[in-house]
């Protein structure tokens, strides 16, 4: 069973550009969540998705920032024009539903230059 | 607004010195408290899910238990491989997101 893939597990970028991150969920898991987690400090929740709808963005940044979870594929968190302050390791995170367990994936570990 | 506050923020024992981890939260009507374990450059493992106040769970060194205001991870003779950050998160009301804690940092050496 394979668990929660994210990539690229490292990407650096350079300031103004753009980054995509993947996530491809659990098996049988229709629920996709996106955290951040900055050096020493907790993760925060950023967007949770399921099929095709955006069900909650409240932690996402309103600008550069957007997520989608297409019928086909995976779901991609994208980062417009790159600062240095969005260096940051970005986790995904798949459930069943709403409420059960959620499981991580290893993680993109971005670094804008 | 949720919030959880896990103590102590780093805590060194040595091999078989069994001891606990403290996550103290503010939430309106939880409706789970889970347990993670974090190794360095890794994504969270889960451990545990509790949903109510007396609940408790096990898995080999680990219990986790819960309150009405805070949850304990107890390890009971731990070992070197024990080492890693402990987190808590809470899950609340409607929302769908987890409300992390900052995390244990435990180092457990021979």
């Known amino acids: 069973n394979a668990g929660v893939m994210q990539n690229p597990r490292h990407l650096v970028r350079r300031r103004g550009q753009e980054a995509r991150l993947r996530c491809s969920p659990m098996?049988?898991?229709?629920?996709v969540y996106w955290y951040r987690q900055l050096p020493e400090e907790g993760l925060k929740f950023m967007v949770y998705?399921?099929?095709?709808?955006?069900?909650?963005e409240s932690g996402m940044p309103k600008e550069r920032f957007s997520a989608e979870f297409p019928k086909e594929g995976p779901s991609i968190l994208r980062i417009q024009q790159v600062v240095r302050g969005d260096s940051a390791a970005y986790f995904c995170?798949?459930?069943?539903?709403?409420?059960?367990?959620?499981?991580f994936g290893p993680g993109t570990r971005l670094t804008v230059l | 607004e949720d919030q959880v506050t896990q103590s102590p923020e780093a805590l060194r024992l040595q091999e078989g010195e069994s001891s606990s981890l403290n996550c103290s939260y503010t939430?309106?009507?939880?409706?789970?408290l889970f347990w993670y374990r974090q190794d360095p450059g890794k994504g969270p493992e889960f451990l545990f899910t509790?949903?109510?106040a007396g609940e408790e769970k096990e898995k080999e060194r680990l219990k986790a238990t819960l309150t009405k205001k805070e949850s304990f991870l107890h390890i009971t003779a731990p070992k070197p491989e024990d080492s890693a950050t402990y987190l808590c998160?809470?899950?609340?009301?409607?929302?769908?997101?987890?409300?992390f804690g900052t995390g244990t940092r435990l180092q457990v050496t021979l």
């Open positions: 995170a798949s459930s069943q539903g709403t409420g059960n367990e959620q499981f």
């Open positions: 098996k049988g898991h229709s629920h």
């Open positions: 998705l399921q099929k095709e709808n955006i069900i909650d």
């Open positions: 939430v309106s009507g939880l409706r789970g």
């Open positions: 509790l949903y109510s």
């Open positions: 998160a809470v899950h609340s009301g409607t929302a769908s997101k987890l409300t």
